[in-house]
Nanobody, 126 residues
Framework: QVQLVESGGGLAQAGGSLRLSCAAS????????MGWFRQAPGKVREFVAA????????YSGDSVKGRFTISRDNAERTIYLQMNSLKPEDTAVYFC???????????????????WGQGTQVTVSS
């Protein structure tokens, strides 16, 4: 079982930045592909970014490409989402997720992530 705890959400102005963190309880954290998803009110959950367990390859959703960066610190068992050039449409609850160990298939799909955090609210004002 992997427990995930997000932090770093809050209020930002359009054009500003925030950094989200997700701390994991997994003893072999480096074995897990990690992802960020978000859900705005009345909308389906959307893929934001993922970082693969092996080699750290990263993937980003089209709406955040070039603005958001995912990274991981295996020693700290933590992933980060650096969000720059924020827009009001980035307002959502952001969720951290982890796959099963050694999984790197279809990382943009919710279904491959059995472990989820509780989410952290990000609000961007115009």
């Amino acid at each position: 079982q992997v427990q995930l705890v997000e932090s770093g959400g809050g209020l930002a102005q359009a054009g500003g930045s925030l950094r989200l963190s997700c701390a994991a309880s997994a003893r072999t954290f480096s074995d897990y592909t990690m992802g960020w998803f978000r859900q705005a009110p009345g909308k389906v959950r959307e893929f934001v970014a993922a970082i693969v367990w092996s080699g750290g390859s990263t993937y980003s959703g089209d709406s955040v490409k070039g603005r958001f960066t995912i990274s991981r610190d295996n020693a700290e068992r933590t992933i980060y989402l650096q969000m720059n050039s924020l827009k009001p449409e980035d307002t959502a609850v952001y969720f951290c997720a982890a796959t099963a160990p050694f999984s790197a298939y279809n990382v943009k799909a919710e279904a491959v992530y059995p472990y989820w955090g509780q989410g952290t609210q990000v609000t961007v004002s115009s």
